[in-house]
């Protein structure tokens, strides 16, 4: 203990005589362990944002869609390829079944808004007043529609805060104003709060237009739906509840024509892809790693022939190889770990510069793993050089000059 | 103490050619001897200190310590024999630049397996001050002249309580007067602590100091 203290004492007290080369050394695992941890730190922000996103909407949403959507857990390559589309008659048909409490049937379309001059995009969520219970919104500045509203087909719409802005400059000032879609004027009812989001492919629901599905069937005339989203209630498993609609469905159609996804599936699928996604960025970055570890190697080997002599003294009184041996795999560890600890404050640093813009966050995992893998490429990438040094001849060492 | 019994160190040249440095060497240095192994450079008198100081291997013959034999003994064990029974004191004094004094001092006491029954750092003060170096012990030895670092390397090589003292040319860098500083130094441990010492010179008035001269030419003794 006493000696490995000593090898370690005197490494660092090399670092320090070199410290521009120890610091060239340790940059390639600097940069790959900042490069890892930061892109770890945004798969977990990212993964956050979406779980965020989906509690946002709230739990036991369970949404029917034509097509097989979801296969094996994730996006089907033939989704939407389905013929079907859903109809008032299927809406009906799932409001008796007993376990969903809400049945919000959902036309939706990318849309341009304008008020004479302006126009900005924005998505239409067409659909029942319960659409606003089922997915916990709330207005800021107005009301929501009613179910007087759905039957009147009144002209209104419930806008989201960003486009409000948007076109209007201030999202109080947008109460009562007309918006024009497709040539069609709409009176603005009420301006929801902000629901976040928008943005890394996330639906910006902060731009969504919301009106009644009788209102929409301007846009929409053979009265079909895009989608069912069902709420179950509280009291039965998601489980069930899906089994219900599905029964219930099947009735009028096969199998595979529609699918019945709950928030934790939709959530896989999703965070399936872009973990995939974050898995082979992490990889790429992982090599710079391995570069690193080359570069580690490479100024060891160095080490070790200007240091053949001081080998050959310390063997010459009594240093066994493995003494040697330690003595330059401690310094090549210490090198990587610095290098890692050093790439692990930078990726710090600019993690909680980012959280400004972004949940990116570093977890005790990624500390881990920065600090093993550094540790793993010192020893892997300093046995080599080591064993060099330690199978040195005490003769001809002592002998270099 | 130590017997060398037809010991032979040759090496394949580059041009497969075979040189011999020690031709049929047998020797014994007895306990307690002041001896001297003189012979011009090239004489193979430095390899035949390294094979007696275990740092190299014969080629050929036996080499026993003790009466034990230790031609056969592994890489550790060998190490082990280096660190506790040999101290060596070179021409070059071969000290590690960037330790200090006293970190050299004490380099065989990080690398023993064998239990120490003194205080290490106590013991090196202890020579630093016997030698007159007690002011230069946190100087590191590129800042000390050669006497000083000869007499460091010498403290080092006491460090162990080694049986024998190994000194290869040990005043073949310094001056007339530090030379002979070293030598009485090297005289005193003999005679009061009785620690065997062998002297490998060139030199044959500093050869003549011992009491026993071993002459070496071509690799055989005279």
Redesign the interface.
């Known amino acids: 203990m006493?000696?490995f203290i000593?090898v370690l004492k005197?490494a660092f007290?090399?670092f320090s005589?070199n410290k521009g080369r120890t610091f060239l050394t340790s940059l390639g695992i600097v940069i790959g362990v900042l490069s890892v941890v930061i892109l770890i730190a945004f798969g977990l922000g990212l993964k956050k944002y979406i779980n965020d996103q989906f509690q946002s909407l709230g739990s036991n949403i369970i949404r029917v869609v034509p097509g097989q959507i979801l296969k094996g857990g994730s996006f089907s390559a033939s989704s939407g390829m389905s013929t079907i589309r859903f109809d008032s008659r299927d809406v009906l048909k799932l409001q008796r079944v007993k376990s969903a409490s809400y049945v919000i049937p959902i036309v939706t379309r990318a849309i341009a808004v304008s008020i004479g001059k302006g126009t900005e995009p924005a998505t239409l969520y067409a659909s029942t007043h319960d659409i606003f219970l089922a997915l916990n919104l709330k207005t800021r500045f107005g009301n929501i529609f009613t179910k007087t509203d759905l039957e009147k087909r009144s002209k209104i719409a419930v806008i989201g805060p960003k486009i409000a802005a948007k076109l209007f400059g201030t999202e109080d000032a947008a109460l009562g104003k007309i918006i024009k879609i497709d040539s069609q004027n709409f009176r603005v009812q009420g301006v929801l709060e902000s629901k976040g989001g928008g943005g890394f492919g996330g639906p910006d629901l902060d731009s969504f237009i919301y009106m009644p599905h009788t209102t929409a069937q301007v846009f929409n005339p053979d009265k079909k739906f895009y989608a069912i989203i069902v709420k179950s209630s509280s009291d039965v498993s998601i489980t069930t509840a899906k089994d219900e609609i599905k029964t219930a469905l099947l009735k009028r159609y096969k199998e595979d024509d529609f699918s019945v996804i709950d928030q934790a599936e939709l959530l896989g699928a999703i965070e399936g892809i872009f973990g995939m996604l974050n898995t082979v960025l992490v990889a790429i970055a992982a090599v710079s790693l391995v570069v690193g570890g080359i570069g580690i190697m490479n100024i060891m080997y160095v080490t070790v022939t200007e240091r053949i002599?001081?080998i050959?003294?310390?063997?010459?009184?009594?240093?066994?190889?493995?003494?040697v041996l330690l003595q330059f795999l401690v310094e090549s560890v210490a090198l990587s770990i610095l290098g890692g600890l050093l790439g692990l404050g930078l990726a710090y640093l600019i993690v909680f510069f980012l959280q400004a813009f972004f949940p990116a966050y570093i977890d005790v995992n990624s500390v881990i793993l920065a600090l093993g893998v550094s540790s793993v490429i010192g020893v892997v990438f300093g046995v080599f050089p080591a064993k060099k040094a330690a199978d040195l001849?005490?003769?001809d060492a002592?002998r270099n000059e | 103490m130590i017997k060398l019994k037809n010991v032979n160190k040759s090496y394949k040249l580059d041009d497969d050619v075979i040189f011999t440095a020690v031709k049929d060497v047998s020797l014994e240095i007895k306990q307690g001897e002041f001896t001297s192994i003189i012979g011009p450079s090239g004489s193979g008198k430095s390899t035949l200190m390294h094979i007696i100081g275990l740092l190299d291997q014969p080629t050929r013959g036996s080499i026993s310590i003790d009466d034990k034999d230790v031609s056969k003994l592994n890489d550790n064990e060998l190490s082990s024999l280096r660190n506790t029974f040999v101290g060596f004191v070179f021409q070059q004094f071969n000290l590690i630049n960037k330790l200090t004094v006293l970190e050299n001092i004490l380099i065989p006491t990080i690398y023993t397996r064998s239990t120490l029954t003194y205080d290490p750092l106590e013991k090196a003060r202890y020579l630093l001050k016997r030698f007159g170096l007690e002011t230069k012990e946190k100087s590191f030895p590129n800042k000390i002249s050669g006497g000083q670092q000869q007499r460091v390397a010498i403290a080092r090589a006491l460090i162990m309580n080694p049986k024998l003292i190994l000194a290869d040319e040990p005043t073949g860098n310094l001056d007339t007067k530090s030379g002979a500083e070293i030598l009485k130094l090297l005289h005193e441990l003999h005679d009061n602590e009785k620690i065997t010492i062998v002297i490998v010179t060139h030199d044959p008035n500093i050869a003549k100091q011992a009491k026993r001269i071993i002459e070496i030419r071509d690799g055989e003794i005279q």
Not at chain 1, 312 to 323: E, V, Y
Request: charged share 40%; hydrophobic share 30%.
């Open positions: 006493n000696h000593f005197s007290e090399d005589r002599k001081e050959g003294i310390r063997r010459a009184l009594g240093a066994r190889k493995a003494d001849s005490p003769i002592i």
